[in-house]
């Protein structure tokens, strides 16, 4: 039977987790979306723009893109001056460093037709500089043990380790939406070490469907996430609590619960939304219907809308301050921070309970407030 290459180093922080997912998600479609469109723009632009800063023949793309906005074009050309000051930065080692975009990266020697393309690779003399732009806004990348990275990483040694002395690979995610520029640094014998003691063997376990389900936050982009029996296990754990009222929780019960609230959430939201796609199907649930959710109304046409009202002698328009982005957009960054930086107030933000894993600074309790007094 032909093997089909389905272990992704884009997925491969969920296979990694969960060997047998890959399997089963080999069969699944998938889904586009209008986020998923928009990050390919974003792309597009981003290999334009570093591609004719390089001095390269390139085609302009902006009319072909359908989410092409301010937005887009400040953080692409944001990213684009990142890859130019590495650029710089890699003159240092060695006058003349190698500059790849959008190349196609082959860890094959570890994953079983393992590819992944690499929105921007740096060589120079010792060092190796993966750069990865992410659009998205939803989740904060992180590039500290970021298995897609690594991956990227090996198939850049792949390329240029007999050409190059490389003794040092770096990974940066660029994530502008999030304000995110996070960066890992390995050894070419770590990261080497990593790829023949955890990554090579566990791909050849989620190649032949083998290994053990495991459950947990990479479940978030698993294709049969709803459905896993593996997830509702993991999640319906928390039934054996009683739930009478939250004081008769103990502290202790209560910090077992608080790990997995979000992703119970999450499933919960999940198996919903599946069981509605499946009923407008035709899929029967004993004691559930489909009814029409509430609808807001709208006018057919704003622009008749104003000229009846214009003309009734009213003005039908209301007029309110830009917000910050907004306006960004309208002066230009370099406009803005000009004529309003100091009338910008960050408040300071809700307190929100999460894991001790988290990067931001604790904030002081009243617990804190007291001892200090």
Known sequence: MAKHAFLSASASHRWLACPPSAKLCEGSDDKTSPYAQEGTDAHTLCEYKVLKALGKEAENPIENLSYYGPEMEDCTEGYCAYVLEQLEQAKELCPDPTV??????????????GFGTGDCVIVADNMLQIIDFKYGIGVLVDAENNSQMMCYGLGALELFDGIYDIETIQMTIFQPRRENISTFTLSKEELLAWANEVLMPTAKLAYEGNGDYSAGEHCQFCKVKATCRKRAEYNLEL???????????RESEIAAILPKIDSLMAWGNDIKEYALQQA????????????????????TDDAAVAAVVTEAGFDPYEKKLLGITAMTSLLGKKRFE???SGLIHKPQGKPTLVPDSDKRPSINTANEDFKEE
């Open 100 to 113: 790849l975009v959008e190349q196609r990266l082959d860890f094959s020697r570890w994953v079983e037709n």
């Open 239 to 249: 039934a054996r609590y009683d739930f009478e009222m939250p004081a008769t929780l």
């Open 280 to 299: 407008l199907n035709g899929v029967h649930y004993d004691g559930f219907k489909v009814v029409e959710g509430r609808a807001i109304r709208k006018y």
């Open 338 to 340: 000009e004529l309003l």
